[in-house]
């Protein structure tokens, strides 16, 4: 039994990423993204640095784990839907380590209103992505897909984490570059506001 994680630097993978953690001693593989696309041309580095800050927090303060990186630098117009590039990359992460036997394959969403609209298409697509990566791959079972933080609100996600892992975290959707590795929030992005909303900026 072991559990692949998408960590995109971010609250709510970052407290999937606590959970898996601290809920049993199944291993867990953690693997981000660096996805570089035409949204915003420095929210993919103030999210790389936050994903090694968070690694290195939950592995000083809970156990070792597996954490693993690839490249997506995709500058067209259409950069489309991340839950469908994490399946897609999942997959062959899930598949780089056949003898761990990955068989829960989790997804960091939150109970929120996804306000982009055709979520539950959103999810279906992703689902199909990651079973079609599989479909070569000769598995003796089907990997499940699960949602460790999918009953939390933002609100509960940040009252649940560490309160060193919530200033760590990366949530604004545009960053402003400052120099030496740090950013400012944006103040107007959809994720600026939530967290505006909730009080926790
Ligand atoms: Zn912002």
Request: hydrophobic residues 40%.
């Given at each position: 039994?072991?559990?692949?994680?998408?960590?995109?630097?971010?609250?709510?993978?970052?407290?999937?990423?606590?959970?898996?953690?601290?809920?049993?001693?199944?291993?867990?593989?953690?693997?981000?993204?660096?996805?570089?696309?035409?949204?915003?041309?420095?929210?993919?580095?103030a999210?790389?640095?936050?994903?090694?800050?968070?690694?290195?927090?939950?592995?000083?303060?809970?156990?070792?784990?597996?954490?693993?990186?690839?490249?997506?630098?995709?500058?067209?117009?259409?950069?489309?839907?991340?839950?469908?590039?994490?399946?897609?990359?999942?997959?062959?992460?899930?598949?780089?380590?056949?003898?761990?036997?990955?068989?829960?394959?989790?997804?960091?969403?939150?109970?929120?209103?996804?306000?982009?609209?055709?979520?539950?298409?959103?999810?279906?697509?992703?689902?199909?992505?990651?079973?079609?990566?599989?479909?070569?791959?000769?598995?003796?079972?089907?990997?499940?897909?699960?949602?460790?933080?999918?009953?939390?609100?933002?609100?509960?996600?940040?009252?649940?984490?560490?309160?060193?892992?919530?200033?760590?975290?990366?949530?604004?959707?545009?960053p402003?570059e400052v120099?030496?590795?740090m950013f400012r929030?944006?103040?107007?992005?959809?994720?600026?506001?939530?967290?505006?909303?909730?009080?926790?900026?």
């Amino acid at each position: 039994m072991a559990t692949l994680l998408m960590l995109s630097g971010g609250a709510d993978s970052a407290a999937a990423l606590v959970k898996l953690l601290t809920d049993n001693r199944d291993p867990v593989f953690a693997h981000h993204i660096i996805i570089a696309d035409s949204e915003s041309p420095t929210r993919y580095k103030a999210e790389n640095i936050a994903c090694d800050r968070v690694v290195q927090y939950c592995r000083e303060q809970y156990r070792d784990f597996v954490y693993t990186k690839s490249l997506w630098d995709f500058q067209l117009r259409y950069f489309g839907w991340n839950l469908t590039l994490c399946a897609f990359v999942g997959a062959r992460v899930l598949r780089s380590f056949p003898e761990a036997k990955i068989n829960r394959y989790a997804v960091g969403v939150i109970d929120e209103p996804h306000s982009l609209g055709m979520w539950k298409e959103r999810v279906e697509e992703a689902q199909a992505t990651f079973y079609a990566g599989l479909t070569t791959a000769g598995l003796t079972y089907r990997p499940e897909i699960v949602w460790p933080v999918a009953h939390m609100t933002k609100a509960d996600v940040l009252n649940f984490l560490p309160p060193a892992l919530k200033e760590m975290v990366s949530f604004c959707r545009n960053p402003f570059e400052v120099g030496q590795n740090m950013f400012r929030p944006c103040g107007k992005c959809i994720s600026c506001n939530t967290r505006k909303n909730i009080g926790h900026i």
